[in-house]
């Protein structure tokens, strides 16, 4: 895990500890399915294979989920959000994230739905673009 100062993996700007670290402690949630969706990156960068199942949807997470600790996870760049405000029940995260993984760039787009569950965002599934 990186240290709470460390610039977060997301790209929004924050020390990790005050952005995505809080969601994958558990200290709060994500207020939009944006902050989610980059939370999850940010999982996946750091390694947070628990966070990433806590925030599935009980309808389609996997009973379990292997990490590739060979995947170095770079960038992230949102391309479109369509609802998943604080006010919505669905949303939509288009993004595509930049990896190094066997000495080679590799880029995954993925037009990510969410929904709200129990009041909370979780993601649903997604459709690479």
Do not use: I, K, N
């Not at 993996?9 to 994958?24: N, Q």
Request: charged residues 30%; negative net charge.
């Amino acid at each position: 895990m990186p240290a709470d100062d460390a610039p977060c993996p997301c790209g929004w700007g924050e020390p990790y500890g005050r952005c995505c670290g809080a969601l994958h402690r558990g200290e709060r949630e994500a207020t939009t399915a944006e902050a989610l969706m980059r939370s999850r990156y940010s999982a996946f960068a750091v390694g947070d294979a628990a966070y990433l199942l806590r925030s599935w949807h009980p309808g389609t997470r996997p009973a379990a989920l292997d990490l590739d600790d060979d995947v170095r996870w770079l960038h992230l760049a949102v391309t479109a959000v369509e609802r998943g405000g604080p006010f919505d029940d669905e949303g939509v995260v288009a993004f595509e994230a930049v990896a190094r993984a066997d000495g080679r760039r590799h880029v995954q787009g993925e037009r990510s739905r969410f929904a709200r569950e129990g009041g909370r965002w979780v993601y649903v599934d997604g459709s690479p673009t």
